[in-house]
């Protein structure tokens, strides 16, 4: 029972996790119809600058506040720079580019930093707090489980309670109608990049210290993860996307702590592929409306 | 009284091939306009040339003295025209009261916004009644009122209509095209009208253009081309 406990709430606070860098991959393929395979790197990128701004400044929270814009940033840079040229071509150039910028990342990194493992600090106690002598969970995964739900508050309000919100919508579903309405279309899209660096810089942020630490390419495993997420959710909802999350972080629990943890990426491959052949839409595709 | 839009020389297409040669075009504030011809004649090219979708190879688009052609398109808006287009454009996904919010929100949100939505309500008494269905549970009547609605909240100086009564029943289509000349005679709106509906489109509009393989082949007052017994023979089939 002790066992079953930590590994839900384990598996939760990486399914938080998954669902906010699946969040990031849908706010990018709702607008674009491109999947992002450069958010691992992106996040990266701004973990990197966390680290080296925390250790300049002796504070966390300065890095992570950095951080955090610095995602919003280069979202914005890497659309209106790079993907802005591909979003009209075949898909495949899109991925392609997307590749390129991954390789490009996680090199510059390695130049930069080196190829070896950073710590990559908690700023709070990892150790699961007992409850009636039952560690159940550690104050890092109250954090996490805090910072996902005020983001995706966040998002949520922003995409129904604001005119941004509503133009960024619209765009993603009827771009030729929007501009007709009077919505700058692209800049939508680069808002919905920035946006998707934002949730990922975060997503990172939370991530990386659960596992070895800061590397180039430490957010390789994640976007499987997540990816599997988005696609378990649907590509298109965002709330699709955090119930993924929860799925994909408890699978991975499950198996990695009943099975052998050598078996969970095949239990997300697995997870993958059951999906895509019952509902392709995803889980929460629902009834998709006519395309007028 | 002088023209709010005036299109000279107009020549556009698709890929490079021409679809629209040379086409003029006056409309004056406060009338209406119906743009006719048959199937693939190049009136919904023309309404998409105005609008930006498509981009002229030659000729000009003034409105009020202003050149248009080469505005992005969601600048349009901004200058007064706005575009209802084939297929009516109704965001499936989105809710009533969000589609016509959209068509204002170019002006800023808040009350006056809400004002102009409300004031649509009043307009399209249907609509009230659904405001938080989303688009695509609407019948078609409904989605073709939305548009329109979506567009007026917007407070256009003209009105780009393609093919508003498509598949409407007979006492909507009346219902629109009263609508039209109330606007036009209350709020002195321009309207370009394109219609297969030749008939009701005649009995609303001032002047009337005929289009046939994207050239104009009479522009003249409407109650003429409706008389014009050898013309409608030719272009219009009745
Ligand atoms: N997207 C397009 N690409 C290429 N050709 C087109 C396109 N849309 C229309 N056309 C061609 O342009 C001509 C005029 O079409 P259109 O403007 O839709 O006429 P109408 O609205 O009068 O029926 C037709 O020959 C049609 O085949
Ligand atoms: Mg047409």
């Known amino acids: 029972m002790d066992r079953f406990v930590f590994l839900t709430v384990d598996g939760l606070s990486r399914g938080a996790v998954y669902a906010a860098f699946a969040l990031a991959l849908v706010l990018i393929w709702r607008g674009t119809r491109i999947i992002n395979f450069a958010q691992g790197v992106m996040a990266v990128v701004t973990a990197y600058l966390a680290y080296s701004i925390s250790n300049a400044t002796g504070s966390y929270w300065v890095g992570f506040i950095v951080a955090l814009a610095s995602g919003l940033v280069l979202g914005a840079v890497v659309e209106l720079a790079v993907m802005r040229r591909v979003e009209h071509a075949p898909p495949l150039n899109a991925v392609i580019v997307a590749l390129g910028l991954v390789l490009f990342g996680q090199g510059v990194l390695g130049m930069i930093y080196g190829n070896q493992y950073r710590p990559a600090e908690a700023p709070f106690s990892r150790v699961a707090m007992t409850v009636a002598g039952v560690p159940v969970v550690s104050r890092y995964d109250l954090f996490v489980f805090g910072a996902v739900l005020v983001l995706m508050l966040a998002v949520a309000a922003l995409f129904t309670r604001t005119a941004t919100g509503l133009r960024m919508r619209a765009a993603a579903f009827e771009p030729m109608v929007s501009r007709l309405l009077g919505v700058n279309v692209a800049r939508t899209l680069t808002l919905g990049w920035a946006l998707a660096g934002l949730v990922g810089a975060l997503a990172g942020l939370l991530v990386l210290p659960t596992g070895l630490g800061l590397h180039p390419t430490a957010m390789d495993l994640v976007f499987v993860s997540a990816f599997t997420a988005a696609v378990v959710g649907g590509l298109d909802s965002p709330a699709g996307a955090v119930v993924g999350g929860l799925v994909v972080g408890l699978v991975l629990s499950y198996v990695g702590g009943y099975v052998d943890s050598a078996a969970t990426p095949l239990a997300v491959l697995g997870l993958l592929v059951a999906v895509l052949l019952v509902r392709p839409g995803g889980l929460f595709s629902g009834t998709t409306a006519r395309r007028v | ?238």
């Open chain 2, 1 to 238: 009284m002088s023209a709010l839009l005036e299109v000279t020389g107009l020549t556009a297409g698709y890929h490079g091939v021409p679809v629209l040669h040379e086409v003029d075009l006056t409309v004056r504030a406060g009338t209406i306009c119906a743009v006719l011809g048959a199937n693939g004649a190049g009136k919904t090219t023309l309404l998409r040339t105005l609008s930006g979708l498509v981009r002229p190879a030659a000729g000009r688009i003034v409105l009020d003295g202003a050149e248009l052609r080469d505005l992005p398109v969601h600048e349009l808006v901004r200058r007064g025209v706005a575009h209802v287009p084939e297929g009516r454009g109704v965001i499936a996904e989105l809710t009533v009261d969000e589609n016509l919010r959209l068509g204002g929100l170019w002006r800023g949100g808040g009350r006056a916004l809400r004002q102009a939505v409300d004031q649509m309500y009043e307009l399209f008494g249907p609509l009230a009644q659904r405001r938080g269905y989303p688009g695509h549970l609407l019948s078609g009547g409904e989605r073709q009122l939305l548009a329109l609605g979506r567009a007026l909240v917007g407070r256009p100086r003209l009105l780009l209509l393609d093919e508003p009564s498509l598949g409407l029943a007979p006492r909507l289509v009346a219902q629109i095209m009263a609508l039209l000349r109330q606007l036009r005679d209350d709020t002195g709106l321009a309207v370009l009208l394109v219609e297969q509906n030749v008939r009701s489109a005649l009995s609303v509009a001032d002047q009337a253009v005929v289009m046939s393989l994207g050239r104009v082949v009479t522009a003249a007052p409407a109650a003429q081309v409706a008389d014009d017994a050898a013309l409608r023979h030719a272009y219009l089939g009745f």
